[in-house]
């Protein structure tokens, strides 16, 4: 047995447009581990959300095998230990929120006792304590997201499927969201969501996977992919004079000097620098802090080329 | 079991929260209160004409009302995508239809019997006695109401709204006519309208075998025979066009 509680290989998928077969997914493949929050991201059109449907079963592939907790996507055993929040959910609008999570608790074979206790914790967790008394039909657009988030995690399932959970609500939700979702993987869940929001992706992820056109074209750890790409550091100092620094390349900022350069060369300038002079001070060495999102951005730069 | 009740009671109540159901439930009394008026005849006459149009009247709207309401059961739900949310939980397709189903009977049976209750107060108007034989009649109908919501489901897994509404209708009206059908079987000369009017004529449901309001009317009750038959008859195409429903359902796209 391995770890995976997702695996896909080789998977494809077209949709009939009039007469023609238009291929959606080009034989994607990526594995989801057990307790990793993987963020799936890409452009519009990309292919998330039909990656996401096929994961929970609401679409069939051409080809290709795809596995959620070792079973075909969409049985029964998967179904049982997945919670699902679809892109833009939408809900019955004649019920209360409440009414809601009993409907589908219910489905997933709660009693009414255990849904008693379960959905007045989730609604005050996302918040919607008050309003779980009232009609879907009269709740915002970021209301709308908290009740379905609410509803995925309903039967505290091993794995969640998440279509842009943070689309929609507002920077103190995100920031909700994004902690419960952190709150999930520390209690031994798996997260598989898809977003567009970058920053906040990249505080949540352990691993993304980046699809394009319909095809995978990075994928891997987080903090590996954004090493990847660090080309320079930055030596903060005080207290130094400038004409020990000939030579070097560097911008004064205030009463700080700050130095660029490669990582290999840190140590050599700093012995340099001391055998010059000893009574400054280090402030900082740090990486170009250098973002997801721009990573995300210049890698399709790449693909568009 | 749990989840198809649960399914059901989401179908009911979300049906019975709407304002236009009660605007269509309202016109189907209204429907029958007026008959009472229409025929202001020789007493003995009036009596049966009562009995006759008002048992006409409840199984006319309620086979409108279950075409009008039942060819949406599953699209609003696909169109609305509400089905993502519950097609993901660990309820079985099938599940879904026979909750759909069911869900659509109990809301019909209710108001079966709440009309034939208005209908009998009426009659007690006429004749100053109930007559409680009008809901033996009415009994077999509830299998042809029945078959029909199946029909409609059936074709809601494959095709529109209106499609589906339309072939329910089209059921219902070659349902009654079924022995004209036999008819034309015997008098036509091609061959290939006989084959086709006779395979219609014992694969469609025939919907005059729920039909005994003409009887019951004067006075009539079948035997116990023509119940256990038309139970039989009535559940057979019940139970097929919902396993066949499921079949398709269990195997459709959701985009
Ligand atoms: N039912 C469908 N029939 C035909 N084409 C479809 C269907 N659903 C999606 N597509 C096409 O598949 C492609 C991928 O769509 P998908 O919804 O998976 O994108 P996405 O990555 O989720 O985009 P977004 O970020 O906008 O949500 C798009 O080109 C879209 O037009
Ligand atoms: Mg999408």
């Known amino acids: ?305 | 079991m749990s989840r198809i009740f649960t399914i059901s009671k989401n179908t009911f109540r979300e049906l019975t929260r709407q304002k236009i159901f009660f605007i269509i439930v309202l016109f189907g009394f209204v429907m029958l209160f007026i008959s009472f008026f229409l025929y202001p005849l020789s007493v003995g006459e009036q009596s049966k004409i009562i009995r006759d149009f008002g048992l006409s009247a409840i199984t006319f709207f309620n086979t409108l009302l279950v075409i009008i309401v039942g060819s949406t059961l599953l699209h609003k739900e696909m169109d609305k995508r509400t089905i993502y949310l519950v097609i993901t939980t660990p309820v079985e397709r099938r599940e879904i239809i026979i909750g759909k189903f069911l869900g659509l009977f109990f809301i019909v049976l209710i108001n079966i019997v709440g009309m034939e209750v208005f209908h009998q107060i009426l009659i007690f108007f006429t004749d100053h006695k109930f007559d409680l034989k009008m809901f033996i009649a009415l009994f077999p109908y509830l299998f042809e109401v029945s078959i029909i919501i199946c029909i409609l489901l059936f074709f809601s897994t494959f095709t529109g709204t209106l499609f589906s509404a339309f072939m329910g209708f089209a059921f219902y009206v070659i349902g009654h006519l079924i022995e004209s059908l036999k008819l034309f079987a015997e008098i036509s000369k091609s061959l290939f309208l006989k084959i086709f009017s006779y395979f219609f004529y014992y694969f469609l449901p025939n919907f005059e075998h729920f039909n005994i309001k003409r009887e019951i009317v004067y006075g009539e009750i079948p035997d116990k025979e023509y119940f256990i038959f038309s139970i039989c008859y009535g559940l057979i195409y019940i139970i097929l066009i919902l396993y066949i429903s499921s079949l398709i359902f269990e195997k459709k796209e959701f985009k």
Request: charged residues 30%; aromatic residues 8%.
């Open chain 1, 1 to 305: 047995m391995n770890n995976d509680i997702i695996e896909a290989k080789s998977l494809a998928k077209s949709f009939r447009i009039g007469l023609k077969r238009k291929k959606i997914l080009h034989s994607i493949s990526f594995n989801i581990e057990k307790e990793e929050i993987f963020g799936f991201l890409g452009p519009n059109g990309a292919g998330k959300t039909t990656t996401i449907k096929i994961l929970t079963g609401l679409l069939n592939y051409d080809s290709g095998e795809v596995k959620v907790f070792g079973v075909k996507p969409g049985e029964k055993e998967a179904r049982k230990k997945t919670g699902f929040l679809p892109e833009q959910p939408y809900f019955y609008e004649h019920l209360t929120g409440y009414e809601f999570l009993e409907f589908t608790g219910k489905l997933y074979g709660m009693d009414n006792k255990a849904l008693k206790k379960k959905i007045p914790e989730l609604l005050e967790i996302v918040r919607l304590k008050d309003a779980g008394r009232k009609r879907i039909r009269t709740y915002s657009r970021g209301m709308l997201q908290r009740i379905g988030i609410a509803n995925a995690l309903i039967r505290d399932p091993e794995l969640l499927i998440l279509d842009e959970p943070l689309t929609g609500l507002d920077p103190i939700g995100r920031k909700e969201i994004k902690d419960l979702i952190f709150e999930q993987k520390k209690r031994g869940k798996t997260v598989f969501f898809s977003s567009h929001i970058l920053p906040d992706a990249e505080q949540i992820c352990d691993r993304v996977g980046v699809i394009f056109n319909g095809k995978i074209i990075k994928i891997g750890p987080l903090n590996e992919i954004l090493k990847e790409r660090i080309t320079s550091y930055e030596i903060i100092l005080r207290n130094i004079n400038e004409n020990v620094l000939n030579g070097l390349n560097f911008v004064k900022i205030g009463n700080e000097i700050v130095i660029r350069t490669k990582e290999e060369d840190i140590e050599s300038i700093l012995r340099n620098l001391f055998e010059k002079s000893n009574d400054f001070k280090i402030v900082k060495i740090s990486p170009e802090v250098y973002t997801l999102e721009e990573w995300f951005v210049e890698i399709l730069k790449e693909k568009n080329e």
